[in-house]
Each structure stands twice: as C-alpha cells, then as structure tokens.
C-alpha cells in the first residue's frame, strides 16, 4: 500500500465491510527479510516514531468511518505497526466508530509491556513465521542485533496466554529453507507452544519470490493440512 493509505471497502469471507489501512510513511522494520514483497526495509528500528503526517492520516480516516459503514479496519502496514507512535491512537479513533481492528505484526515485539494493551484492545491480531531454524531466522529474516527465533515464539506463547480474542499465526513456507518434512514437524512444536485459534498458511506466488522460495500447491496443501491438524487437536 501506498504510504498513510487507506484502501477501497472490500467484503471479506464473513461478508463484512473491510478497509485495510498503511500508517507508515516507507518500510521500518525490526527485521530485513530477503523474502519480504515490499524488498530491503528503509528504516530498521525496535523504536517507535512520531511521523508528522499521522494527523492528516487520522482526520482521514476519521473522514471514512464517519461516513461509511465499516465492520472492520485491517491494520496492515508495510512494515512494523509499532513504528508509529501514535498506534494506540489509531485504534482508538477506529474503535469509537464500533469497527472492528485486526492487525498484524511480526510478532517480535509482543513481548513489550507497553504494547499489551494495544494489542489486547485489538479483536484479532496476527503474528509471523517463517522458517524453524536459528540459522535460517539470522540468515533469511536478519533481524535486529540479538534478537533470536527462540524469543520470538516465546514473546508470541505470552502473549496469546493473556489474549482473549483471535490470535491468527502466518506461517510463510519457504523453498528450500521451511518446506521439509523436519520443518514442518518444527512448525507444529511451533504451534502446540503459541496455541494460535487459526493458521494462514501461504508462500510466494509472484515474481521473483516465487521462484526463489515458492513450493508447488500440492506441497502447500500438504503442509497446510498437517499444520491445522494441530489446531484441531489442541482447540
């Protein structure tokens, strides 16, 4: 999405009223994925900002949900939510206009006292993997000085542990690094620790990406059905 951009009213599977919205102004990121479709992040950083258009962002959206009827706002930002300073207000304002918000983030940061509370406000929140392994988390994902796969799992299980609403986990299945049948039993001890209420199961399908680390549908369909086998049984 285009910087401070809110997208057109689209109809998600429960037939709601969605608008998905950026509120970043480029990509800040706690991590540099050589799988990420928005390329190499511009600003890598844990630390929030206050950026200087986030008023003429907020009185827009502001706009929209005074005028139209929106059951959702999907905060979906190219790179981390927790960027912007001022999230907290952001889904306030949505809020007061009896929508729903569903965001997503790496996960990383889950851990931090202050975002707690935004993010138990939130109905939905979405956290990331990708890969299984150690090597592959510093090699693939590059994130921040001594941040490890390890604590993010860790930081996404207490999370989920005090959150009462919907917890999604996207899991990114990549050629080579996160496809094998070892990975797959990895991403499974992933999912019997962070006890997510549902899976988003995917890999990439354009461009470059896809031929980098995209698997075939019928592995994917694969993987899908023996990840969400474990959410059955643990649900």
Do not use: W
């Amino acid at each position: 999405m285009k910087p401070f951009s809110i997208s057109e009213i689209y109809l998600n599977k429960d037939n709601e009223r969605v608008i998905d919205i950026n509120p970043l102004p480029e990509n800040y990121c706690t991590f540099d994925c050589v799988f990420c479709p928005l390329g190499r992040t511009k600003v890598k950083t844990a630390n929030p900002r206050d950026f200087k258009e986030t008023d003429t962002f907020m009185e827009k959206l502001g706009k929209v949900l005074d005028h139209e009827d929106i059951d959702l706002v999907f905060i979906n930002p190219d790179g981390e939510l927790f960027a912007q300073e001022r999230i907290a207000e952001i889904i306030q304002l949505i809020k007061s206009h009896g929508a729903k918000v569903r965001i997503i983030s790496n996960g990383y940061l889950f851990n931090r006292e202050e975002y707690i509370p935004v993010l138990i406000s939130c109905d939905e929140v979405i956290g990331e993997l990708a890969v299984t392994t150690e090597d592959n988390f510093q090699k693939l994902q590059r994130p921040l000085p001594g941040y490890t796969l390890e604590d993010l799992v860790l930081n996404m299980t207490a999370f989920n542990g005090q959150y009462q609403s919907k917890f999604i986990l996207d899991i990114t299945i990549l050629k080579g690094h996160s496809d094998s049948d070892e990975d797959v039993e990895r991403f499974q001890e992933f999912i019997r620790q962070i006890r997510p209420d549902e899976l988003n199961v995917h890999s990439p399908t354009k461009g470059p990406l896809a031929s980098a680390f995209g698997i075939n549908s019928a592995r994917l369909q694969e993987i899908t059905d023996q990840l969400n086998m474990v959410i059955d049984s643990t649900s």
